[in-house]
């Protein structure tokens, strides 16, 4: 396959924050490359992907998916668990779940520990 990214879509990946970190741009960019049926990928292409067309409501709040919010939320609460516990197992402790969950979650948002 040789697809590109057309201008106005390479556009809006750049005005997009990847609160997800490379991995979301990567599977984005992988969904689109099997999904879309011609050489050049679109903005018309991405309009399945609310992620990176800004949702506005009344008040000009941007809303983004729920499960989008709660991985934000819950990296960041581990990034400042790992600055205040030097282990997985104490910061399960501080966060009152078992230490694989940890584990898990630290890989999962590829959070690096020292």
Known sequence: MHKR????ALHRFIQY?????????????????????HDII???D??????????????????IPLHEALENT???ILN???????????VA???????PTIVRKTAKYGILRN
């Open 5 to 8: 990214l057309a201008n106005d």
């Open 17 to 37: 924050s990847w609160p997800g970190n490379v991995r979301e741009l990567e599977n984005l960019i992988e969904r689109l490359v099997v999904t879309t049926r």
């Open 42 to 44: 679109g903005v018309s």
């Open 46 to 63: 991405l309009s399945a992907w609310s992620e990176l067309i800004s949702s506005k409501d009344d008040t000009g709040i941007k809303l």
């Open 74 to 76: 819950e990296r960041e």
């Open 80 to 90: 400042k668990a790992f600055t205040l516990y030097n282990s997985t197992y104490a």
């Open 93 to 99: 402790r501080a966060l009152g779940v078992s230490q």
